[in-house]
């Protein structure tokens, strides 16, 4: 069984930090290039990071500098360390496997955790 399981999330002031965890399993983690993406209410998915197999990370310009995705292969295990948090990073952050760097497709999604910034 295929499963991405987020944790981490929860309630932080402005300008404060939380660190998500994707627990994965049932897939070759090391294989897929892992992603975090969010959804705010009412609002569509907003892509956050992507970290390569290699551990290469790239981020939208809104998190540029504040958030940090790594992964841990042996632990099949992906994280962002999100610093500086704003309101508007409120939202349900996911964690997004893909496989074929050309389609882009993403194979597996997580359960999301939830994340709010506010006072």
């Known amino acids: 069984e295929v499963q991405l399981v987020e944790s981490g999330g929860g309630l932080v002031q402005p300008g404060g930090s939380l660190r998500l965890s994707c627990a994965a399993s049932?897939?070759?983690?090391?294989?897929?290039?892992m992603n975090w993406v969010r959804q705010a209410p009412g609002k569509g998915l907003e892509w956050v990071s992507t970290?390569?197999?290699?551990?290469?990370?790239t981020y939208a310009d809104f998190v540029k500098g504040r958030f940090t995705a790594s992964r841990d292969n042996t632990k099949n295990t992906l994280y962002l360390e999100m610093n500086k948090l704003k309101p508007e990073d409120s939202a349900v952050y996911y964690c997004?496997?893909?496989?074929?760097?050309?389609?882009?497709?993403?194979?597996?999604w997580g359960q999301g955790t939830q994340v709010t910034v506010s006072s």
């Open positions: 997004a496997a893909v496989l074929d760097n050309i389609t882009l497709k993403v194979d597996y």
């Open positions: 049932g897939f070759i983690f090391s294989a897929y290039g």
């Open positions: 970290i390569a197999r290699t551990g290469f990370a």
